[in-house]
């Protein structure tokens, strides 16, 4: 069975820093394209950043573009975000997935049902 788990989160002050990480038992993690989304509190789960398998077609939403950096590393089957300057507004529970090979596209890459592995989240709070 796969697992992705996440890991980092915490409580910080805005304008601080985090690194979410996500590691995954999946043995072909590099063929499957990776994002993050996020659920605020009384929220619906959005999109966050997206990465393909390769790590060359990379996507945010708009709201992450300039302090947010989505990475993996193939070799250790993971999957980092790097928060920067973080807002109140940024507070949620961030999840991980693992997904379609084909997805590269923000088209592909934010749509939910294109993955097919979820972790269990990581909260993420930040106070103003």
């Known amino acids: 069975q796969v697992q992705v788990t996440e890991s980092g989160g915490g409580l910080v002050q805005a304008g601080d820093s985090l690194r979410l990480s996500c590691a995954s038992t999946?043995?072909?993690?590099?063929?499957?394209?990776m994002a993050w989304f996020r659920q605020p509190p009384g929220k619906e789960r959005e999109f966050v950043s997206g990465?393909?398998?390769?790590?060359?077609?990379?996507h945010y939403v708009d709201t992450a573009k300039g302090r947010f950096t989505i990475s993996r590393d193939n070799a250790k089957n993971t999957l980092y975000l790097q928060m920067n300057n973080l807002k109140p507004e940024d507070t949620a529970v961030y999840y991980c997935?693992?997904?379609?090979?084909?997805?590269?596209?923000?088209?592909?890459?934010?749509?939910?049902?294109?993955?097919?592995?979820w972790g269990q989240g990581t909260q993420v709070t930040v106070s103003a």
């Open positions: 997935a693992l997904g379609a090979t084909y997805a590269e596209t923000y088209e592909t890459l934010s749509r939910p049902e294109v993955y097919d592995y």
């Open positions: 999946k043995r072909t993690f590099s063929r499957y394209a």
């Open positions: 990465v393909d398998s390769t790590g060359a077609n990379i």
